[in-house]
């Protein structure tokens, strides 16, 4: 368990809206990741963050933004939200060492 | 596009059954890993696999990594009720620019009946 949580961990928002999901870990982990679980997709990566202030995009970016100002925290940020955004988004965790990730408990997320 | 494909989709067992699921990918990996989610929470890792045809056991799970560190199998021996739930597994790419990041799989639902 690397202590990970999601906020909030659930939420109903109107198109066109912007909204903000919050990770907070305790690890102190240096990678983290931000995944949408859909039915018939599995996990896909939004975007990750390798560092402070270092942010790459993943394979489903579009549409999305993130930002880490501090170790702990990843924000993950719809800035125009759109009903196909509707899913579970999970965020997970790396420490560098070993390689395995840690995902916090998930965040519902409905647009309509 | 780096893609791993879980077979079966979903699989439905009495107790006491014995069952494989399949990960399958034409990329190389350098590790590939196990986890399972239940509903309402994220997955959990359950093994990591490294050396091409590695075995690694897990009381009544056993996990195989292909010699070509393409594709793997989880077997379950015995299934008991505890067992059910979303397996997926996760590649991590074998070029170190990607290494960071890992590509799954689309997951096998897992139902273990009494």
């Known amino acids: 368990d690397a202590g990970i949580t999601q906020s909030p961990r659930h939420k109903v928002t109107e198109t066109g809206t912007p909204v903000t999901l919050r990770c907070h870990q305790t690890?102190?982990?240096?990678?983290m990741y931000w995944y949408r679980q859909d039915p018939g997709h599995g996990l896909r990566l939004i975007h990750y963050s390798y560092g402070v202030k270092d942010t790459d995009k993943g394979e489903v970016s579009d549409g999305y933004s993130v930002s880490r100002s501090k170790t702990e925290d990843f924000l993950l940020t719809l800035e125009s939200a759109t009903s196909s955004q509707t899913s579970v988004y999970f965020c997970?965790?790396?420490?560098?060492?070993?390689?395995?990730?840690?995902f916090g408990p998930g965040t519902r997320l409905t647009v309509t | 596009t780096q893609l791993l494909e879980q077979s079966p989709q979903f699989l439905s067992i009495q107790e006491g059954e014995n069952l494989t699921v399949y990960c399958n990918s034409s990329?190389?990996?350098?590790?590939l890993q196990w986890y399972r989610q239940e509903p309402g929470e994220g997955p959990v890792l359950l093994v990591t696999?490294?050396?091409?045809?590695e075995v690694k056991k897990l009381k009544r799970l056993t996990f195989q990594f292909g010699d070509a560190r393409k594709d793997s199998s989880l077997h379950i021996t015995a299934a008991q009720t505890g067992d059910t739930g979303l397996y997926l597994c996760a590649g991590a790419s074998a070029y170190t620019g990607t290494a960071s990041k890992l590509t799954f799989g689309t997951g096998t639902r897992l139902q273990v009946t009494l």
């Open positions: 696999v490294v050396t091409g045809g």
């Open positions: 997970a965790t790396r420490d560098s060492r070993v390689g395995e990730q840690y």
């Open positions: 990329s190389v990996f350098s590790s």
């Open positions: 690890e102190n982990h240096r990678y």
